[in-house]
């Protein structure tokens, strides 16, 4: 279980469900929808994104939109503490 700014997050089939993919971990909505993606790449690199799907393929954005970063919960975070806060999570759910 994560706890990010007051929502919890779950690897399992509960509200707020945090997939873990290849480069990376997929945040699902309550609807099962994907809006985030932390990016966790081979050169160290760890970021948030948007995520959607569209015809049952996930679409990563560029950036993180206003919307996605306050549906997580992050949007007061700024840069600093967006990097910060995605360090945490990779060290806490990686395995």
Do not use: C
Not at 19 to 27: A, C, D, Q, S
Not at 56 to 70: C, F, P, Q, T
């Amino acid at each position: 279980m994560l706890k990010v700014n007051g929502n919890t997050w779950t690897s399992g089939k509960n509200s707020g469900t945090i997939r873990k993919m290849r480069n990376g971990f997929l945040f699902l909505d309550d609807k099962k929808k994907p809006f985030m993606f932390l990016v966790n790449n081979k050169y160290n690199e760890k970021f948030f994104v948007s995520a959607g799907e569209v015809e049952g393929k996930i679409h990563y954005m560029y950036g993180l939109s206003e919307y996605d970063a306050r549906i997580a919960g992050i949007h007061e975070l700024g840069y600093s503490g967006e990097r910060e806060l995605a360090n945490r999570i990779v060290e806490q759910l990686k395995g």
